[in-house]
């Protein structure tokens, strides 16, 4: 089946550092990618969906600011945390649609801030 | 986010049992009904998914039942294993492959 790459799949960062998470399809093209937020033993909540070559789209509540989105390629979407903190901990996870619209997750980032 | 609602939060079963999870919708557009497997530190992976144009579907020991009427549907996990411990979370959206609605998810555990 198709594959999600998520990198890194920890980070641990000091408050006020900014976090980069790059979400790649590895045997396929997405144009679009899904970003979710995951707190422990909780559901996943749709931060913003990633459009190959023009701006996300967030969800209610959620800072663009602050969770910085570049979708640059059909394999490649980033998710930045901007001066990170502790509160921004968390799971951090991305899906990609295939070719048939089928949705393949990744294995998720966790964010750690201090 | 339209909400879909999960029960029961959590569930504990004995080995060869069946393992039923709940969940109920309330936006009507919502044509495409997935349930996902998750383990710790892991993102979801698809078990099975359901469109409304049909009441059940089943793939091995997983059933999906689907009540359009009532806006429900439901997961069965027939003769249950210790390997199917894991935290499962139904979802909803609008056409498949766009943006999910999850529920609150449910933590099975099968125990010997």
């Known amino acids: 089946g198709a594959v999600v790459s998520q990198h890194p799949s920890r980070v641990i960062c000091k408050s006020g550092t900014s976090v980069k998470i790059e979400c790649r399809s590895l045997?396929?093209?997405?144009?679009?990618m899904f970003w979710y937020r995951q707190f422990p033993k909780q559901s996943l909540m749709l931060m913003a969906t990633s459009n190959e070559g023009s701006k996300a789209t967030y969800e209610q509540g959620v800072e663009k600011d602050k969770f910085l989105i570049n979708h640059a390629s059909l394999t490649l979407s980033t998710l930045t945390v901007t001066s990170a903190h502790p509160e921004d901990s968390s799971f951090y996870i991305c899906?990609?649609?295939?070719?048939?619209?089928?949705?393949?997750f990744g294995e998720g980032s966790r964010l750690t801030v201090l | 986010q339209q909400q879909v609602k999960q029960s029961p939060q959590s569930l504990i079963v004995q080995k060869g049992g069946i393992s039923i999870i709940n969940c109920a919708y309330e936006n009507t557009a919502f044509d495409y009904f997935p349930w996902y497997q998750q383990f710790p530190g892991k993102g979801p992976a698809l078990l099975i998914a359901?469109?409304?144009?049909?009441s059940e579907k089943k793939e091995g020991r997983f059933t999906i039942s689907f009540n359009k009427s009532a806006k429900q549907f439901s997961l069965h996990i027939m003769d249950s294993q210790p390997g199917d411990s894991a935290t499962y979370f139904c979802a909803a959206s609008i056409g498949g492959g766009n943006k999910l609605t999850f529920g609150t998810g449910t933590q099975l555990k099968v125990e010997l």
């Open positions: 899906s990609a649609r295939g070719g048939y619209g089928e949705l393949f």
């Open positions: 359901i469109r409304p144009d049909v």
């Open positions: 045997d396929f093209q997405a144009t679009t």
